[in-house]
């Protein structure tokens, strides 16, 4: 697939024209990134906007134990970075590939005054940037006042939402591999208790869990108002 097919894969560039998506391939250069690779660190971080063309990426924090804290997980699609008056939260965060990515870097001077030029295109990304904070604000709440396994809960429907599900007799499986401690991760807790709270909610069959693999069962999670 040629670059200016690829770029119209991605859901924030769907309102641009061919000729659109032409100006901006002139502006993007793409880097493939080997799995378990820090593409920034707080001390690294430098303005630019990236595109995820293949893979995944984790964007987590450090708190003062050095105890990680997975902020978001972005795939083939998703847009992130700082550039002058846009900001995707990534500052002063650390973003890792899960796997191998290959990852779309744009000429930020190049790009400003490509949105300067396009109001619809500027506003489309606008749309993306409110949603990427009110789903980032919810995140907080949560993890600031859920108890344990509604946290868990949450975390998982969130992945479901993001990287689809596969029907599996009266369980999804989230299509993404899942550790028990990734997903220790990603709710601010220990694995240890993870496992225990992952457990309990097999055992109240609500979801399952195998090797790297987290199941949901729909009707259950509909019965208690969550999907």
Do not use: W
């Not at 001390?43 to 995944?56: A, M, N």
């Not at 779309?104 to 300067?116: A, G, H, S």
């Amino acid at each position: 697939m040629d670059n200016i097919q690829y770029l119209s894969q991605f859901n924030l560039l769907h309102a641009l024209s061919q000729e659109d998506l032409a100006e901006m391939d002139e502006m993007t250069s793409i880097t493939t990134v080997p799995k378990h690779t820090f593409i920034q660190t707080p001390d690294t971080f430098t303005e630019g906007l990236y595109f995820v063309k293949r893979g995944k990426v984790r964007l987590y924090r450090l708190n003062a134990e050095g105890k990680q804290f997975t902020l978001d997980i972005l795939s083939e699609g998703n847009i992130f970075g700082e550039m002058k008056g846009i900001s995707l939260g990534t500052r002063e965060i650390y973003i890792e590939t899960i796997e191998e990515c290959d990852i779309c870097i744009m000429d930020t001077n190049r790009f400003e005054r490509f949105l300067l030029e396009r109001p619809r295109f500027m506003m489309t990304m606008m749309h993306v940037i409110s949603e990427r904070l009110a789903l980032m604000s919810s995140l907080a709440q949560n993890l600031a006042l859920g108890k344990l396994h509604d946290k868990i809960l949450h975390a998982v429907i969130k992945l479901s939402g993001q990287f689809g599900l596969q029907e599996d007799n009266d369980y999804y499986r989230i299509d993404l591999p899942l550790s028990q401690q990734e997903l220790a991760h990603l709710v601010g807790a220990t694995r240890e208790a993870v496992a225990v709270a992952l457990q309990e909610l097999a055992e109240a069959k609500v979801i399952k869990t195998g090797f790297r693999t987290v199941y949901i069962h729909r009707e259950a999670l509909n019965a208690r108002n969550l999907l």
